[in-house]
């Protein structure tokens, strides 16, 4: 390999990795659902392109900072209507019964987005698009740091969120024993409502950060990102927050690696099968969450 | 004197009657062109484009008197349209759906082309084996352009354009007036079957016409990320960029090159992304680029078709283009085959149709004369347009 | 006419995929593969009559036995894992098997032209039926005629031993490993006679619409795989084919009169079903449940009896 391809092969990495951001925006997400109530909620992508979308309608009228604002809190409402509607009215001893509602509801939400703006990709206000940090023979977009600045800001907002405010506290013990928080008097529901909501607002960060770094926003995006979103999370580890963050830079670099050396139409085997050989070597994942009595 | 003008009354009554039936007949005789296409899903602005076309045409026709029926009467078209939401089975179960209708006797559609594909596929291959189970209906398609498809049944025909020409005519063009574009690399969308099939026969007329073809770079059509892509065409330093790919992923392509400063002389793009998709998504990054296409509002009926369609809320493409011809070629295929359009006749209808279909040399098009090939396909006029500020002009007309 | 006995091919040609599906449920691992394996069947028993003109007769079982031997394959490293991470390993797989056929091309030289896969461009020409003189009463015949063979198949096993040590795995995995139950041999069986049934189902798929390319093989198909059972309702094989009858027969074409908004309707449908019946359609009637003092909507966990799925 010359030189020149070396580098191509690092700046192609970086690339991935930074655009990765947006994979473990995504995963957090799932993965918090998941650890918390162990339930999928396959609708979460979508909603979180879902609260980009209607973002768009501020657009005309104020900067891009407060879309993305405007985006993160619709995205919490859209994490407590799934609640709402997917969840809280379902048994609890039918699993399949709220996969299938969150398939419904991702399935309503993409043609909600396909009614609306009939197919057709909508422009999504960059942040420092125009921007490019030259380090070197390498070249590092300004947008997509900024949104690797913005994601990690979230994650350790998400952690202190969890680890010092009395939400938290409810919300990793109705995680690992739900029986006893509810006989310490904590409000199940209530907690798992509050859980759809925070993952709701990062799902909103997310699917305008998404936007941000691809300049469009499409219907196009919802499956792929629901597909990435879950191998992130399983990778990751179910449950744990920093195990998403490292996959999903890790999927980003490597599906970006993979491209590189096989072409683009291999590229997806090769990142399923890493996922394969993460399920049959370290089942747990990057980081095993704590596992609960129940 | 009463008993007598009682009778002359009742004897007058049945005339009467038959007379009232006969004229609210003619009144109300309608003819129904169905159609099927894509009206949901990610590609549904085709369908409801097309159909927006289709319904245009045939109010311009009904508004001048409508269509005249084998038997001399005159009737007005309706036009029926079935969403397949671009799914094989749906394509295949709206045609069965449609051909089931005994007021059905020919359909324009579909919109996609791996729609196309099954839907013809069912068809009979050869029109008269009596071996071949195959369904017995004409199809006469206004958008789903992957090339050859019609050859796959008599049945089958198609008013699409013929991107081989289109694209030969165009690297001949460019090879003469730009004697410093030498050489080109190619970018392709390719899950996608138009693109990717479009893709190859870009490259091989590029390289009969003298361009040397340096590389190309791939992608998927729900891609995100084109980074590695756009890295391999700056290495490349090619004079012409060449993208076969749909409106998101050739924005998405177009703003990567800008921020990776990558700047070729010319650009060409694929025939359906002269659209307002693209220039919606990225007219300032889509500056220049030059696409073929078979509709443009450069002649006086094309200008009144394209107002006829914005009147209903929709935008003249080159694919609904298509549909508006269609309708006005078929109002004309019905008066010349003396279509009875009557639920006894319609199996009669349909051969009628299709032999009228197959002894077209020619229809008339927004542009100009179409001519037609032997395997169904059409032979259209095309022009080259360019994005310039947010809008579409032509930028040649080849003769 | 010819449109309903093109609507009951599709409905029967679903219904094998859900009962593909069923099999695999029943066990209590959910699977996305079933399109996979799907995929594989369509593929495998369209090249074997184009390319080489092998009855179909033949060419069916063959598509079953190499779906089967795959998803056998498949099934003793992916099953090790539960829950969330086999719905996404299995969705592994399904993306693999699709993206394998969409780099697939193998074509070869007939009196008819070139026939086989085309990468990219899919696989055209399976005109077996047509050529062969079958009308829409023979499709229709052989798709129903396979569907009332795999339900009385299942039948058959559920009533059998294999059936009651498949639903125990499915109740209680940990009940039914301390009752000396093989748990491999119970989920991978499943799997692989799932994988076979959803082979058959792609066989006649690809026969029934002579066109299949790498998009028809989408996670969403795998997610309506699912979505039949789930709807209908797992304690019986006919909630399938009620599911089925369903989506296919009255969603999509039935409210074709709707326009545009049938495709919205999809999803809200489907989340209704869910909340309503959470069993499934043809789950255990509510007058039952609610006579034996368990409201049909629970407003949260019960302190006792709250079971969690990995």
Redesign the interface.
Known sequence: MSLLDFLDLIQTLLDGVMFGTTYALIGIGFTLIFGVMHKINLSYAAASIGAAYLSLMVASVAPSPIVYLVAALLGGVLGALVYFVCFRFLPLDKPLATLMSTVGMLLLMEEAIVHATAGMPLNYPAAFSGVVFDVGPFMLRGDLLFVFALGCAAMVGLKMLLEKTRLGLATRAVAQQPVAARLCGMGVDRTNASTFVIAGLLGGTAGAMTGAAIGVLSPLLTLPFTVKGLVVTVIGGLGSVPGAIIAGLLVGGAENLFQFLRGVSERDIYVMLMLFAFLVFRPGGLFAAPGGRD | MKSISLRSALALLPVATALLAGTAQAQTREVKIYAFGA???????FG?NSEAAMKAAAAQINKAGGVTLGDGAKARIAIEY??D?C????G??AL??I??QNDAFVAVGPTCS?VA??VF??L??KAGDA?????QFPIYTDVAAKGGLAS?SQWAFRNVPSESNMYKSLFDWIKATRPEVKTIWGGVE????HS??TFNVMKGHAEKAGFEVKGQS????????F???V?EMR?GEADLVMISAH??TT??VL?EMQ??NVKPKMMVGLTSSSS??TL???AAQAEGIIIPTSFAPVTPEAKRAADAVQALGANMDLHNAAAWENIFTLKDLIERAKIMAKPETVQADRQKMREALASMKETQGLLGKVGRTEDREAIKPFLFVRAQKGAWTVAHTPN | MDFYLGLMQVIGVHTLLGLSAWCVLHTGQVSLAQGGFFAIGAYAAGMLTTMWGWPLGLALPVAAIVAGAIAVAVGFPALRVKGLMLVVATTAFAEIVRLVFFNFTWRVETPEGMVGPDGGLGFGGIRYFQSNGWTSTDVLTLIWALVAAVMLLLWWLDRSRIGTLWRAVGEDEVAAQSNGIDLTAAKVSAFGIGGAIAGIAGGLFSHTTTHIEHGNFSILLATFAIAYPILGGLKSLAGTLVAVVLIQGILIEGLRFLGDWRSLLFGALILLVMLVRPGGVLSAPLLARVAAGKAPKTKGPSIQGERRHA
């Open positions: 009206k949901s899903g990610v590609v549904r602005i409801l079935l969403d939401r799914t094989a089975e749906e295949i179960n069965r759906r051909a089931s791996n594909e099954p596929g069912i009979q291959k071996s071949d189970s195959g369904l796959m390719k899950d996608f079957a990717n099939a791939e992608w998927l059509l729900a891609d995100t990320s980074s590695t892509q890295r290495r409106p998101f924005c998405g703003k921020r990776q307002m998709e919606q998504g990225c």
